[in-house]
């Protein structure tokens, strides 16, 4: 017996307990003195009777013994058995780690001796085939699967690495599904060479992408949306004030003009000065940063409205059908941008139909009970919409192209026959509107734009109830105004309109002139102001603070551009009115009307509670 043997069983007498031990000898002896006692009818003594002590100490040691035995091969089977059930539960857990690591990959091996490919069960699953069906559409080639514009690109790759295998193989790449979509994959490759360093066999990984390129593609978007709202909000403030400059100049030349041809010459000019105010506007409606003055309207009134106006508009080729629903909730929407919304949508209707054929334009209640992404991957939350469809019968949206459709100055029309602007503009309102636009179509069939507005609760809608009209017709207290603008020529044009019409005028170049102006000229009846100066009072905070000393200050806001910056604190609400630049001459009189006869109304107000 060698020494470890000895080691280990002293040990395993050490572990055995003394008392356990001592307890089986001493039963072990009183089993034999019982015995004694029945044959001789005494207990002997170790001395007259040494044969039955010595058998039961043996035999209680013997017993000791194997009892300590059993009990080690008992704890040493359940500590067996809990090692097992841990490496178990490691072994599930690893499992679990391993599906879950491998869900959206597959592996491939194709043995190019015998030009067999062998393709592991999750190609089939994620392209949504069973194994026979993705043999048969593959047709012997992956290429078969592939969306045509990868076929170059991925070939290209494949030849690259069979050629120099020590470059590596990596490729994204589109598979056509069995519904027919196309998913991103990414393949990692590498090749088994012989012994002569010829490729034999070529194998690898490929991963379903699909979700990384998506979210991709939506932080694009918001890349460019940041990126055309940057360039159209540097722009458009000094843009919209050159088109001011114009437009006021143009319309004071032809109020003194009397030649027909000269006046239409003016009247284009004139045009092209708007459209160049809409162009600038389209652009801030794309990057959701166009000036939006919401109010509590019906939809199907503004549709009725437009259908007037669309007859002018639209050939009589084209039968316009409306379909609106009954009982429709209102929403909170900049009413001018929405009709130019519906007529984009109603032009781009026509134009894709050559100028024949059937539109169509519904509304309804629609409530959406989860949140969820739509068909273009953007999130349209629960709630209750008001809906706005108009479709057309006309030749539909090509797949290629229809991913490009909302972007900016993209349009397949000839050139001089559209800005590439329209969707881009509508998609813009609605989603700066707080709704969601979808698009549906049918190569061949036509298209149906859906615009989703969040619909207004009826206490907004009893809260935003439009003031009672009043009769007043003439104003009086307000002929004289304090006119703040900072560009002169702008300052200078609608200086000369407003004098023109009849009205005293005061002006200053900033917000800390007009302050001081103000106060030296007692009366002011009231304010028109630019909203973005040079200074630290801006157009609402000067507004504010010269409130501070009349109250009921009616004020004309004016914006090219209102860039994003924290509005000041206090109530702009009352007696004030925004104007988008460029302006003509009879919206500014308008406005002062409806801004002087809301102080008489005040003023007559006051007048009866004393």
Not at 152 to 172: I, M, R, T, V
Not at 347 to 361: C, E, F, H, P, V
Not at 572 to 598: G, W, Y
Request: hydrophobic fraction near 40%; charge should be negative.
């Amino acid at each position: 017996m060698n020494r470890p043997d000895l080691r280990r069983r002293f040990r395993m007498f050490k572990d055995m307990s003394l008392l356990r031990l001592a307890g089986f000898v001493l039963a072990g002896v009183l089993a034999l003195q019982l015995a004694v006692l029945l044959q001789h009818g005494t207990i002997g003594l170790p001395r007259a009777y040494p044969l039955p002590f010595i058998v039961g100490l043996a035999a209680g040691l013997l017993g000791g013994v194997i009892e300590h035995l059993l009990v080690t091969e008992r704890n040493r089977a359940k500590a067996e058995a809990a090692k097992k059930d841990k490496l178990f539960q490691a072994l599930a857990l690893s499992e679990e780690r391993l599906s879950l690591a491998t869900s959206r990959s597959s592996i491939w091996d194709w043995d190019l001796t015998t030009d067999k490919l062998y393709m592991s069960p999750g190609y089939a699953t994620s392209l949504g085939y069973t194994p026979q069906e993705l043999r048969e559409a593959m047709q012997g080639s992956t290429v078969n699967l592939l969306h045509p514009d990868d076929v170059e690109k991925y070939l290209a790759k494949l030849h690259a690495h069979l050629e120099n295998p020590s470059k590596g193989y990596l490729s994204e790449h589109r598979f056509k599904t069995k519904s027919g979509e196309y998913l991103w994959f990414l393949a990692f490759g590498q090749s088994v060479l012989d012994e002569t360093g010829k490729v034999v066999r070529f194998n690898g990984v490929t991963t379903d992408i699909s979700e990384r390129i998506d979210l991709e593609a939506r932080l694009d978007q918001v890349r460019k949306l940041e990126a055309i709202g940057k360039l159209s909000g540097g722009i458009a403030h000094d843009f919209n004030n050159l088109l001011a400059v114009i437009m006021g100049n143009l319309e004071m030349v032809r109020d003194d003009l009397t030649d027909p041809e000269l006046i239409r010459m003016i009247d284009a000019s004139l045009q092209a000065t708007r459209r160049g105010a809409d162009l600038t506007r389209s652009m801030l409606a794309f990057a959701r940063k166009a000036p939006l003055e919401p109010e509590i309207i019906d939809l199907n009134a503004v549709v009725r409205h437009a259908k007037d106006w669309m007859r002018r508009g639209l050939p009589e080729s084209i039968e316009v059908n409306l379909s609106l629903a009954a009982g429709l909730w209102q929403v909170r929407l900049d009413g001018p941008t929405l009709e130019n919304a519906i007529l984009n949508l109603l032009l781009n209707a026509s134009d894709a139909m050559d100028a024949q054929g059937k539109l169509s334009i519904e509304t309804s209640n629609v409530r959406i009970e989860e949140t969820a992404l739509d068909s273009r991957k953007q999130e349209i939350a629960s709630g209750r919409y008001v809906m706005l469809a108009i479709g057309d019968n006309g030749t539909g949206i090509a797949e290629g192209i229809l991913g490009n459709v909302f972007d900016p100055f993209f349009t397949t029309k000839g050139p001089g026959k559209g800005s590439g602007m329209g969707l881009a503009m509508v998609d813009g309102f609605v989603t700066q509107s707080g709704g969601n636009l979808q698009v549906e179509t049918e190569t061949g069939k036509g298209t149906r734009f859906k615009l989703f507005f969040p619909a207004v609760t009826p206490v907004e809608s009893t809260n935003d109830a439009p003031p009672a009209q009043s009769n007043v017709q003439s104003p009086v207290g307000c002929n004289h105004f304090l006119l703040v603008e900072d560009e002169t020529a702008v300052r200078n044009v609608l200086q000369a309109n407003l004098e023109t019409a009849g009205y005293r005028v005061t002006t200053a170049a900033n917000g800390d002139e007009a302050v001081q102006t103000y106060l030296a000229t007692p009366d002011i009846d009231a304010l028109i102001t630019d909203m973005v100066m040079p200074g630290k009072l801006q157009g609402a905070a000067l507004a504010l603070k010269l409130r501070e000393q009349n109250p009921d200050l009616p004020v004309i806001l004016m914006s090219g551009y209102t860039p994003d910056h924290p509005t000041p604190q206090g109530d702009m609400n009352a007696e004030h009115i925004r104007l988008t630049k460029p302006f003509s001459k009879q919206v500014l009189l308008d406005a002062i009307a409806r801004l002087c006869a809301q102080r008489q109304i005040l003023s007559s107000t006051a007048q009866g509670d004393n």
